[in-house]
């Protein structure tokens, strides 16, 4: 029997033990979603298609991480943006970021409902007369 894993993507639940928070997991895969759809042999791809197609779990992908000198590269100029931020600036990211978990926690709850509803079978009505 074949598997096909190639196009199957792990949902939400993959990342909850790093995040600890539905919300927080969801921006996670998204981030990875994204990340997966870079460039070949980029070893920051790499990984993310790993953990995106379920061969690895995130705790092990970043366990595993090669220590690559573009990623050391990219981790030092996010530092330098950050720091080189004034503090109202920062302020200004995390509560765009604030603002974004609530979007997905919203996201989240409607999503919830939504299957709820869907599953949710009409009353049957009788014919009396």
């Known amino acids: 029997m074949q598997h096909r894993n190639e196009h199957r993507e792990v949902g939400d639940e993959e990342f909850m033990s790093l995040a600890r928070d539905e919300a927080k997991a ?4 998204k981030i990875m979603q ?10 920051l ?6 953990v995106m197609s379920g061969r690895k779990g995130i705790r092990e992908a970043i366990r595993e991480a090669p220590q690559d ?3 050391l590269v990219r981790f030092e100029t996010f ?7 004034s503090e ?3 302020l200004a990211a995390e509560r765009e970021a604030r603002s974004y978990l ?4 919203q996201e989240i709850v409607t999503e919830r409902e939504a299957s ?3 599953s949710s079978t009409p009353p049957r009505h009788s014919a009396r007369r």
């Open 79 to 85: 530092q330098q943006r950050w720091d080189s931020l």
């Open 116 to 118: 709820q509803r869907a």
């Open 45 to 50: 791809t790499e990984m993310a298609r790993d």
């Open 102 to 105: 609530e979007e997905q926690r």
């Open 26 to 29: 969801r921006m996670l895969r």
């Open 88 to 90: 109202s600036d920062r």
């Open 69 to 71: 000198e573009s990623l």
């Open 34 to 43: 994204n990340l997966s759809r870079g460039n070949e042999g980029d070893p």
